[in-house]
Nanobody, 120 residues
């Protein structure tokens, strides 16, 4: 019912920047929390950043001061601005929204992932 489509990943040199986008489509009544997670090869998926419906944000310690999460509620879209990228940031990045659609309770939905590769 709801699809999340990510974009903006790619290959960048260390110290560079990328901006990820995640747009939701479908019969959406409301979106609560929006989040970005990442999974590097051989590692567990981890929360990178999250933003609540009121705009409150939370970040993993490893990205504080470098990454910024934001949202555009009119567009049902979340963004992740990533600056001062490091090789350790290399991973597949997934967005995750808590959504409400007609006839269903709140549930989590995930994007398909976008690859971010940071070269040294």
């Amino acid at each position: 019912q709801v699809q999340l489509v990510e974009s903006g990943g790619g290959l960048v040199q260390a110290g560079g920047s990328l901006r990820l986008s995640c747009a939701a489509s479908g019969s959406i009544l409301s979106i609560n929390a929006m989040g970005w997670h990442r999974q590097a090869p051989g590692k567990q998926r981890e929360l990178v950043a999250a933003i609540g419906s009121g705009g409150s944000t939370d970040y993993a310690d490893s990205v504080k001061g470098r990454f910024t999460i934001s949202r555009d509620n009119a567009k049902n879209t979340a963004y992740l601005q990533m600056n001062s990228l490091k090789p350790d940031d290399t991973a597949v990045y997934y967005c995750n929204f808590e959504v409400k659609v007609p006839g269903s309770p709140w549930y989590d939905t995930w994007g398909q992932g976008t690859q971010v590769t940071v070269s040294s």
